[in-house]
């Protein structure tokens, strides 16, 4: 039996972050009097164990790149499994409310697939959604002109972590001013510096591509049933919103009787970090409006 009538939301963090990127909003959401729980998913966070060298200064490029990764094996299964055990752990304390952001939104999708019962509305924040399988493997059909692509080429760093995970040396741009630039640019423009370095303090080094599977696609039977939101950010350089409108039609075209609710702020793709008045407004106006 639920205790009470007020959601939770539940956050799923984008590629290379985790649950500390993630307490301005739930601090902005306390003062609305929401409940929140921020997940850090396997491989990811504090109890993950990162690199060493990821920390070290003067960094050591030589050890970052040999370093094993937190990441290596995982499959979206481990995410499902650790989400849904979330989930039902807080389940007895009322409605959920399952929120992800970038490519949190490919878990987020995964989990309203195997427990969609479980879920009062799954909210994309400019986050990955494949509305179709071919999303999975084939190249979209629209203009992708991200920054975000360019400036990670930049600090890729070679020959590490294993098959399927990426490592982004993030605190390069630290001590490169023209490298901190294009990053700001294209993760969160919105911000103050400060704001920028402490995000970047917060990510993690690694991310697993390896979850960007059939297994993320919506399944219009499962998926389909839950109610779900998508909030457009109309500044967000990393997720264009072309590329967001994009996934919002593909999805559509597979729940035509269930079509996304969409909302747009005018923010970055982490404005949330930045600007977390804005999102949390947004998100209490939502569950305000269902239970009226």
């Given amino acids: 039996m639920r205790t009470t009538a007020h959601p939770t939301f539940v956050f799923v963090p984008g590629g290379s972050s985790n649950s500390r ?5 739930q601090n ?28 070290r ?9 040999t370093a ?28 959920l409310v399952l929120v992800g952001n970038s490519f949190g939104g490919l878990t987020v999708t995964a989990v309203a697939n195997a427990v969609p019962e479980l879920l009062d509305r799954v909210v994309y924040l400019s986050a990955v959604c494949l509305g179709d399988p071919s999303m999975v493997t084939e190249e979209w059909d629209v203009l992708d002109d991200n920054l975000l692509d360019a400036a990670a080429a930049r600090i890729t760093v070679p020959a590490a972590a294993g098959p399927g995970v990426v ?5 390069a741009a630290h001590t490169d001013p023209g490298l901190f630039s294009q990053l700001k640019a294209a993760v969160m423009a919105d911000s103050t510096d400060h704001q920028f ?24 039977e499962r998926w389909g049933r839950v109610p779900h939101t998508f909030v457009r950010l109309s500044e967000d350089r990393s997720i264009p919103p072309a590329v967001q409108d994009h996934m919002i039609r593909k999805a559509d075209e597979r729940t035509p009787d269930n079509p996304f609710d969409v909302r747009t702020l005018a923010a970055s793709h982490v404005g949330y970090f930045s ?13 305000r409006a269902e239970s009226a």
């Fill in 68 to 95: 094993p990764s937190p990441l290596r094996g995982i499959t979206l299964r481990d995410n499902v499994r650790h989400v849904v055990d979330v989930l039902h752990r807080l389940a007895p304390a009322g409605p």
């Fill in 28 to 55: 902005e959401l306390a003062l609305h009097g929401h409940r929140s729980y921020a997940v850090d998913l396997p491989g990811h966070g504090d109890p993950a164990g990162r690199p060493a060298a990821y920390y």
């Fill in 21 to 25: 990127a993630w307490g301005p909003l």
């Fill in 197 to 220: 370095r402490l995000l970047l303090d917060s990510l993690d080094s690694d991310e697993n591509y390896a979850v960007l599977e059939e297994g993320a696609v919506v399944r219009p």
């Fill in 275 to 287: 600007r977390p008045e804005l999102f949390a407004a947004l998100l209490a106006d939502l569950v």
């Fill in 57 to 65: 200064q003067p960094q050591d490029l030589d050890a970052l790149a």
């Fill in 167 to 171: 490592r982004l040396n993030w605190r």
